[in-house]
Each structure stands twice: as C-alpha cells, then as structure tokens.
Nanobody, 119 residues
C-alpha cells in the first residue's frame, strides 16, 4: 500500500505565502514524478506543477514565477512553495505521485488540502 499525506494548506491573504508538503510512504520501489494539482469549486482538476526524478519541472502558466516545486528524493517528499498568492489560487490542492510499487507502475493521490486566499 502507498499513502500520500499532504500538509500546509490554510487561509492566507492575497500576496501572502504558503508551503505545501506531501510525503509518500509504503511499499515504494521508485518514484518517476510527483506533482500538485488543484480543483476549485465547479472546475476541473488542473495541473499546478510537477517534478520528475531527474529534477525536471513543469508549471501551469498561471503560477509560473510565483510557485516553486521541489523534491527530497531521500524522504519521498515533494514541496510546493506558493508566493504572491491570489484569490484565484483558492482551491483544494492534491498531491500526485507516479511510482513503482510491488513491481507495478501506478498513480496515487493524496486526500487534498484546502488553500484559501482572501482578497
């Protein structure tokens, strides 16, 4: 079994910062990539940022220059530093991991953490 546990969400004023963390645990052989998605009410889930095992990163245009994704391979943990937050960043943020577990490749999701940015 693999679990992704997120932390760091909350309420912040526009212009503020938050740091999200997501730790993967369980029977993990290797991780190909980890990332963050978000879903606002009435909207589809969208990719925010992702980082591969070789350190390559990918960001949604709406967060480029404001958010930074990083990864600690030794701890199977991914972080999302969010600066200059805007009300439109309000959403539930989900951690995602593409990994090998028990000789099977699969994608796992965290339970989600709420980020609310007030104007």
């Amino acid at each position: 079994q693999v679990q992704l546990v997120e932390s760091g969400g909350g309420l912040v004023q526009a212009g503020g910062s938050l740091r999200l963390s997501c730790a993967a645990s369980g029977s993990i052989f290797s991780i190909n990539a980890m990332g963050w998605y978000r879903q606002a009410p009435g909207m589809q889930r969208e990719l925010v940022a992702a980082v591969t095992s070789d350190g390559s990163t990918n960001y949604a245009d709406s967060v480029k220059g404001r958010f930074t994704i990083s990864r600690d391979g030794a701890k199977n943990t991914v972080y999302l530093q969010m600066n200059s937050l805007k009300p439109e960043d309000t959403a539930v943020y989900y951690c995602n991991a593409d990994l090998w577990s028990d000789y099977v490749g699969n994608v796992f999701w965290g339970q989600g953490t709420q980020v609310t940015v007030s104007s």
